[in-house]
Structures are given as C-alpha cells and as structure tokens.
C-alpha cells in the first residue's frame, strides 16, 4: 500500500477498500464512545480524548488505555469488544480476524441480498475493491471469521462456569483472541491457573 503511494500518489492508499474502512470504523467508533462519554458525565475534552485514544487501542489493537475499563457499561463495552475482533488491516501487526475479512462477509451478506432481489438469470458477482472475490479467497476468510468465533465463544463459557460477569469476560477473552491487551481487571494475577491457561491459548 505505501509502495504504491510512493509510487501513484497518496489516492493509491484512499482507494484502498480496506484503508477506508479503517478510516471509517476508527471515526464511528471514536464518535460513539466520545458521546457516551460525554453523556456520562466527562467534560468534553475528556470526552474526546478518552473516546479517540481508546477507539486507536481497541481497533488497531494497539492496547494502550487512558481509563479504566472496568466501569465502562454494556454499550461502549460491546462497540470495543466488535472493534478488537475486527481488528486492524491485513498486512499489519493488528491482531482480530482484519479488516479485509470483515468486508468479504459484508460484501457476501450483500451479495446474498442482491441475488436474493436479482431476476433469476442475473450474473451477480462478488466484487472488493475493484476486483473479483475468489472463491478459494472467500472460504478462508470465512473459516478464519468462523474460528475465531469458536475460540471465543468456548473460551468465554470456561470463563461464565467460572462465575465472572458475562460482559466483562467476553472483553478479556476477546481482547486475548485479538492481542489486544485492553482489560476490565479480571485478568490479574488472582485469575485461576486455568482461565490464566486459556487466555495464553488465545
């Protein structure tokens, strides 16, 4: 991406589905914490700062936090806990299931959509960024998004027969599935060996 920058110029980089997506997740996601933020009683400066820096943490799971997450509510939990599992783009360092995965399942559900409303003999092809979706491509994406899924899911009913909240521990073991490193408390060193175990796995 950045060679071809170099190379085209910087609309090289925007007219990359996956860049624009970042952009556009990054915006939506700081504009909805710095909000609830705001409502819940933050000045608005702090509002802003504090929803910009943890959107950066949690999408591009760079895992840095400026406040605490153990008193964050259901809403701003959930928007995290979607960003951390998307994740950041294909050829970066960001852990989740990236960007361009996401996007494939969006392009599909369209798809599916389309067909569904097309005439019968309609040609409907899945196309991403310009370019045709292979179906080799779209099987993997769709086995990765689907793994990741599953890890989640049966490590997070290790953590609920355990007893901790159920909120609180999708985020620890999202934020462990998507190397994320952001956490509600619950990971410490009091965690028994076992939950300790499965968020190493993870």
Do not use: N
């Amino acid at each position: 991406l950045y060679h071809g920058a170099l190379r085209h110029g910087p609309r090289a980089m925007y007219s990359d589905p996956e860049l624009r997506a970042l952009i556009l997740a990054l915006l939506l996601l700081a504009v909805l914490l710095s909000t609830w933020f705001w409502h819940a009683g933050m000045a608005p400066g702090a509002a802003l700062r504090h929803g910009l820096l943890t959107t950066i943490a949690a999408q591009t799971t760079a895992g840095f936090s400026t406040l605490e997450m153990s008193g964050l509510d259901a809403f701003p939990m959930g928007l995290l806990i979607l960003a951390m599992a998307a994740g950041g783009s294909v050829g970066s360092t960001a852990g989740g299931v990236k960007l361009l995965r996401v996007l494939i399942l969006l392009r599909l559900i369209q798809l599916w959509l389309r067909r569904a409303a097309a005439p019968e003999h309609a040609v409907v092809e899945a196309r991403l960024g310009g370019r045709r979706l292979e179906g080799e491509e779209v099987q993997r994406a769709l086995l990765v998004i689907l793994l990741f899924v599953l890890l989640v899911l049966l490590s997070w009913l290790v953590f609920l027969a355990h007893g901790y909240p159920p909120m609180q521990s999708l985020f620890e073991v999202v934020s462990a599935a998507g190397t994320v490193g952001l956490s509600t408390g619950i990971t410490s060193s009091d965690l028994p060996a076992l939950l300790k175990l499965i968020l190493c796995l993870d």
